[in-house]
């Protein structure tokens, strides 16, 4: 049996299902690998971009909802460093730096251009999967998915990782920040690991210490207020 390829949007022809940039070649996710509750068939071919297609090489036999995860995760890696220009700069500060000599004028005038195509490449909107117009119903795309920064990350976890690489910071420290905070309070986490980034292991142990007693605090106060 030959594999159905799923139908594209006139506005959407020739771009990658995964992210949007140009599509280059279809990936097959094989008939068992489906998961999908209202189609049958044969295997899918879905239009994917040179560097996804590449991406999936090493990913195969798994459903449509793992590729496409798995697809944003290794989009968040690859592209961490220009994705840490939107972190660390404003587009005016990139254009107030003047940035002189050659190399990095370069560097000034492109690297706002770079953090933008990553940062709408991991978020791109996968289009409703169709075979001739019936819609393939998929299991959630995505679970327990955090947001930060307009980046769509896989979980929390994964915005750690990223944030703790391109900060610098110990992975395990900022973790045990956000534990302590909670997800919603992620921006002030990650401030706060960042005010002391060369902090030994003794002097993080004491911050998180402080950290705890603050909200402690915090908690006890708004409890007797409404007392
Ligand atoms: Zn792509």
């Not at 068992?32 to 068939?41: C, V």
């Not at 996968?126 to 896989?154: H, K, N, R």
Request: charged share 30%; with cysteine.
């Amino acid at each position: 049996m030959s594999a159905n390829r799923v139908d594209v949007p006139f506005e959407l022809r020739h771009k990658c299902w995964f992210c949007g940039e140009p599509s280059y070649d279809d990936v097959e996710i094989s008939h068992q690998d489906i998961e999908a509750i209202t189609y049958d068939a044969t295997s899918l071919q879905i239009p994917a971009c040179e560097e996804c297609e590449q991406i999936l090489r090493s990913y195969k036999g798994k459903s449509v909802s793992e590729s496409h995860r798995f697809v944003k995760n290794a989009l968040i890696h690859n592209y961490s460093k220009h994705l840490a220009i939107g972190s660390k700069w404003t587009e005016q500060e990139l254009i107030d730096s003047k940035f002189t000599g050659a190399a990095f004028e370069g560097f000034g005038r492109s690297a706002w251009a770079m953090y933008e195509i990553a940062k709408e490449r991991i978020a791109f909107k996968s289009w409703q999967l169709c075979v001739d117009e019936m819609p393939i119903e998929q299991p959630s795309l995505v679970q327990d998915t955090f947001e930060y920064e307009g980046i769509q990350f896989a979980s929390l976890s994964n915005a750690i990782d990223h944030y703790s690489k391109i900060f610098e910071l110990s992975n395990p420290y900022l973790r045990k920040a956000v534990d302590l905070v909670g997800r919603e309070k992620f921006s002030f986490a990650l401030r706060y690991c960042r005010l002391y980034p060369g902090a030994t292991d003794d002097e993080r142990a004491e911050y998180l210490y402080d950290l705890k007693y603050t909200i402690d605090d915090e908690k006890a106060l708004s409890e007797q207020n409404l007392d």
